[in-house]
């Protein structure tokens, strides 16, 4: 059937969540609060120690301290709107603030990428020239650095929301997912997409391809420089101070990697077979991903984990 004769003004949006498994939802509901929690608690802490610790005052800890504001600014954008779809079947939302958590959700994908990228350019600089990382990672430098990651996260999410929104839409707009996930939304469009598809493109390659270049030649140059140090000592000190930052690289891009890139096998209607897990990653993706990064900040860094200890024996001692 011709889907462009159904096309009517936008007034909201069905998301259809896991209303298909209802077994799950309780399950999940409970789960993805409990995480959110986590991910408030966890990255909650490293701003803090990040702001109150003067030894914490270095482009690295700035870096991480913004990663950790993002990453709760990212999950409280989607997660009381996944927790909502638990609770309610086929949850409606208005077209306005469908967009809104689009614009949200997309600038804060976009902005930690160039943020990762950042931070593997503080790490080269900081293990390949270290007599100059106090000049070239001044706060002259950094500051902006952060304010560029954000500005140009929030710049490709207008572009993308404003793109995806001004299409007409088919049916009931029933959007196959927990959020307004972009590409979700794109398949209801009635009319022809190649705009978005190749506004989409271009993003990928300045906010994905371009980060992942600069941490990879970076990491290239650290590990070279790692291995000519002498001592084993020394080479595990170098390393220490950027295996927590790989790490969540490798935890990023992973899932970023496995959820876009791998093909997805339609059906006639042009849904997917294999929507469950599909939305499964994206919960990864979305939830368990913010939440492992305090996680993996404060058992791999000697700095943070001083921090947390010297906060927490404070709070105690002042009771």
């Known amino acids: 059937m011709d889907r462009s004769n159904e096309t009517s003004p936008v007034m909201?949006?069905?998301?259809?969540?896991?209303s298909a498994h209802p077994n799950l939802e309780k399950v999940f509901f409970v789960l993805i609060l409990l995480m959110y929690l986590v991910i408030l608690l966890g990255n909650g802490v490293l701003i803090l120690v990040t702001m109150s610790d003067s030894r914490l005052h270095t482009p690295m800890y700035f870096f991480l301290g913004n990663l950790s504001f993002l990453d709760i600014c990212y999950t409280?954008?989607?997660v009381p709107l996944i927790l909502d779809s638990f609770l309610t079947p086929r949850k409606t939302i208005p077209s306005s603030a469908c967009a809104v958590q689009m614009f949200l959700s997309f600038a804060m994908g976009a902005t930690e990428c160039v943020l990762l990228g950042m931070m593997a350019f503080d790490r080269y600089v900081a293990i390949c020239n270290p007599l100059r990382y106090p000049v070239v990672m001044s706060k002259a430098a950094y500051v902006p650095m952060a304010v560029g990651s954000w500005a140009a996260g929030s710049t490709t999410a207008t572009v993308q929301t404003s793109l995806a929104m001004r299409l007409p839409f088919?049916?009931?707009?029933?959007?196959?997912?927990f959020t307004c996930e972009i590409l979700a939304v794109?398949?209801?469009?009635?009319?022809?997409?190649?705009i978005n598809v190749i506004s989409m493109a271009v993003a990928n390659v300045i906010f994905l391809a371009v980060p992942v270049l600069v941490i990879f030649v970076s990491y290239v140059f650290i590990?070279?420089?790692?291995?000519?140090?002498p001592s084993a000592e020394g080479r595990k000190k170098a390393f220490s101070t950027c295996s927590?930052?790989?790490t969540v690289v490798v935890v990023f891009y992973g899932t970023?990697?496995?959820m876009y890139g791998k093909p997805k096998s339609k059906d006639t209607q042009g849904t997917d077979k294999q929507d469950l897990p599909d939305k499964l990653i994206s919960l990864f993706y979305g939830v368990v991903t913010p939440m492992l990064n305090p996680i993996i900040y404060s058992l791999r860094n000697k700095d943070v984990k001083a921090a947390v200890r010297n906060l927490v024996a404070h709070k105690c001692s002042s009771q």
Do not use: P
């Not at 088919?170 to 997912?177: E, R």
């Not at 590990?223 to 140090?229: G, M, N, P, Q, V």
């Open 186 to 194: 794109l398949k209801l469009a009635c009319a022809d997409i190649s």
């Open 76 to 78: 409280t954008s989607s």
């Open 244 to 246: 927590a930052h790989l």
């Open 170 to 177: 088919c049916g009931d707009n029933v959007i196959n997912h």
């Open 256 to 258: 970023i990697l496995f």
């Open 223 to 229: 590990i070279a420089t790692i291995l000519r140090i």
């Open 12 to 18: 909201g949006f069905i998301l259809l969540g896991l």
